[in-house]
């Protein structure tokens, strides 16, 4: 009986979840013409994706990266620093941005995260976006991986608590808590390789629906679909929840 009643409200809330989702703002990409974006961790994967968009947009971007190798890598050219500037924006301009930056930097310094931000608002004079692709929150446990899901949920817990702060401050600064699944990233293909069964999503929709989010100012997104309901799951379900983790593993003991 409990069980029937779990499986009732899960499917009354989530319908009613779907119908206020709907009844939404709209995205209008006109809204992002000429918007200025800083975009870490842009050198490939969703990152580099990410930046393309806005740069279709036509928006101004200030890309950062941790090394400048491998924005050489991602940009498939072996050349100096001020080539890799000039590549950049000669492809981000050609996709429609009004304006493309470089500047290599570890987000995981202070100080050079301080003189990014420092730059972009310079050379952009302001900051309209910040994806801080470099890092990722989390809402669901994952085997074999203790440390970074650890920081991951440490991730979802900060910013979270941000976003209220930010709110009974009555700020008009919004935060976007994107929660993603697997995505056809080079790194994370590498990591997965010969461990998990589950078919990656594209990184270019998952970059797509990241931006929207942003200029929605939505509090939270997941991508794609089905880690919405792996969250939710974790809670009402959770012997579904295991039996659905455990078997998306090729691991034998």
């Not at 692709?133 to 669901?140: A, D, E, L, M, W």
């Not at 990591?191 to 200029?215: C, L, M, R, S």
């Not at 809670?235 to 295991?242: K, S």
Request: with cysteine.
């Amino acid at each position: 009986m409990k069980l029937l009643v779990k499986i009732f409200l899960f499917g009354a809330f989530s319908a009613a979840l779907i119908a206020y989702l709907r009844s939404g703002p709209t995205f209008n990409e006109e809204s992002l013409k000429g918007a200025k974006v800083l975009v870490t961790g842009a050198s490939t994967g969703i990152g580099e994706q990410i930046a393309y968009h806005y740069a279709r947009l036509g928006a101004q971007i200030v890309i950062t990266a941790r090394r400048e190798n491998a924005l050489k890598e991602g940009v498939g050219r072996n050349c100096s620093w001020c080539a890799v500037v000039e590549d950049i924006e000669k492809k981000c301009e050609d996709l429609g941005a009004q304006k493309a930056l470089y500047i290599p930097a570890d987000m995981a310094i202070p100080a050079d995260a301080d003189r990014v931000v420092e730059f972009a608002e310079q050379q952009l004079e302001g900051l309209d976006f910040i994806v801080l692709n470099h890092i990722g929150p989390r809402k669901v446990c994952s085997p074999f991986a203790l440390p970074y899901i650890a920081t991951k949920f440490a991730l979802n817990g900060f910013f979270g608590s941000l976003q209220h702060e930010l709110a009974m401050k009555q700020s008009n600064v919004s935060i976007s808590i994107c929660i993603l699944g697997l995505i056809d990233t080079e790194s994370a293909m590498e990591k997965i390789k010969g461990y998990i069964d589950i078919p990656p999503y594209p990184a270019h929709e998952a970059a797509w629906e990241i931006i929207k989010a942003g200029a929605l100012r939505q509090n939270e997104i997941f991508y794609p679909w089905y880690v919405y309901y792996g969250v939710l799951t974790r809670d009402w379900f959770p012997d579904l929840r295991d039996m659905a983790i455990r078997s998306s593993y090729n691991y034998q003991p």
